[in-house]
């Protein structure tokens, strides 16, 4: 069987295992959803693998202490003397699991799971580093740890690392040196045949915006796949299911601002299929201003780091803030489905 191959960013894939005292366990759970996870992928129970578990299990405080939920998976039946190491053995007999995260199938390797089942890294090679990578992983999320009383806030979700640093790399890359050609402002459609192109958006009467299309094929197909990353998420938090998007682009604010200073609407005619709006910084520390604010819940803005993707309903009243020094680059997508 062929699976995609998964990597950091991706939603990770399901497990529902039965542990070797026959409890069955599944990761997406209501007990276990809401907390990174750390799977420790021991093919077999040799004295090696067994080894490998007892060490696992010597940094389950640490790995504890940033707030994660351990578990190892093993293709191996265990004998009569295995003993308790304090977390799950997951028994993958088929060694289902192992396909679908990728994971080498002749040597220990290490998978580490955000609180939202997306993959944050993928481990191998000696495994005293890989849970050394595991733990600073898991600190580096040490700020959704903190509780906080919120206040109002927009209905507005957050899916980190869509873009790694080099996609996002990438993507700079392609605006600064292809797609070239300048359109007088109109509906996006195919006009270079095939070839990506620019065209400034005078939008709500700025003058500080350039687009982006993509219509080459390569790089088309690429942000289908980490498209992919994000429609679970909307279906998630706002049970809709998005099947269609507008042409897809980069938008670059800099300089005079200029036009209407206040927010907008993005299903307003001819656009009101539309139904949720994504924004994803490309280059977030190079950048002053140009913050989102959503004028109709308080005056908060959000400056979400490199790679992490906004989505909110097109309905909602929102602004992209005046870039006060160098220039931001933002991917755009209008999404929507068949309702």
């Given at each position: 069987?062929?699976y995609?191959?998964?990597s950091?960013?991706?939603l990770?894939p399901d497990v ?10 599944n990761?997406r ?9 750390v ?7 040799t ?6 578990l007892?060490l696992f299990a010597r ?28 977390f799950p ?6 060694e ?8 080498p ?6 998978v580490v799971?955000r ?5 944050a ?5 000696d495994?005293?580093s890989q849970?050394?990578?595991a733990l600073a ?9 903190t ?14 690392d869509v873009f790694?640093r080099?996609?996002c ?6 605006f600064?040196n ?9 509906p996006a459609y ?6 990506d192109?620019?065209?400034r958006i005078?939008?709500h009467?700025?003058?500080?915006r350039?687009?982006h299309?993509?219509f080459?094929?390569g790089?088309v197909?690429f942000?289908?796949?980490r498209?992919?990353r994000?429609y679970p998420e909307i ?5 809709y299911r998005i099947?269609k ?6 938008a670059?604010?800099?300089?005079h ?9 993005d ?6 299929y539309?139904r949720?709006a994504?924004s994803i910084n490309?280059?977030t520390?190079d950048?002053?201003?140009g913050?989102?604010?959503?004028p109709?819940f308080?005056?908060?803005r959000y ?5 992490t993707a ?10 992209a803030?005046?870039?006060t020094a160098?220039r ?6 209008f999404l929507f489905?068949?309702i």
């Amino acid at each position: 069987m062929n699976y995609h191959l998964p990597s950091a960013g991706d939603l990770g894939p399901d497990v529902v295992l039965k542990a070797h005292d026959g409890k069955e366990w599944n990761l997406r759970s209501d007990a276990i959803a809401g907390n990174p996870i750390v799977i420790l992928f021991c093919p077999r129970l040799t004295a090696e693998g067994k080894q490998a578990l007892a060490l696992f299990a010597r940094q389950s405080e640490a790995l504890a202490a940033e707030g994660a939920k351990m578990f190892a998976i093993t293709s191996d039946k265990a004998d009569d003397d295995l003993p308790e190491f304090g977390f799950p053995v997951l028994l993958d007999r088929r060694e289902d699991v192992f396909a679908r995260f990728s994971v080498p199938r002749d040597q220990i390797s290490t998978v580490v799971l955000r609180r939202n089942h997306h993959i944050a890294g993928i481990y191998k090679g000696d495994q005293q580093s890989q849970i050394g990578e595991a733990l600073a992983m898991l600190k580096s999320f040490g700020w959704e740890r903190t509780p906080a009383v919120m206040p109002i806030h927009p209905p507005v979700l957050f899916i980190p690392d869509v873009f790694s640093r080099e996609d996002c790399a990438r993507l700079l890359d392609i605006f600064e040196n292809k797609g070239q050609t300048f359109f007088e402002p109109q509906p996006a459609y195919d006009l270079a045949k095939g070839a990506d192109y620019k065209m400034r958006i005078p939008e709500h009467m700025r003058e500080d915006r350039i687009d982006h299309f993509f219509f080459e094929k390569g790089t088309v197909e690429f942000l289908k796949n980490r498209m992919n990353r994000i429609y679970p998420e909307i279906y998630k938090a706002f049970h809709y299911r998005i099947t269609k998007y507008e042409t897809l682009r980069i938008a670059r604010y800099e300089g005079h601002r200029g036009g209407h200073s206040h927010g907008h609407r993005d299903n307003i005619p001819p656009w009101v299929y539309r139904r949720f709006a994504l924004s994803i910084n490309l280059n977030t520390p190079d950048f002053e201003g140009g913050d989102l604010r959503f004028p109709e819940f308080g005056e908060q803005r959000y400056r979400p780091d490199s790679g992490t993707a906004v989505v909110f309903s097109s309905s909602l009243l929102h602004e992209a803030m005046h870039v006060t020094a160098g220039r931001r680059y933002v991917f755009l997508a209008f999404l929507f489905g068949d309702i």
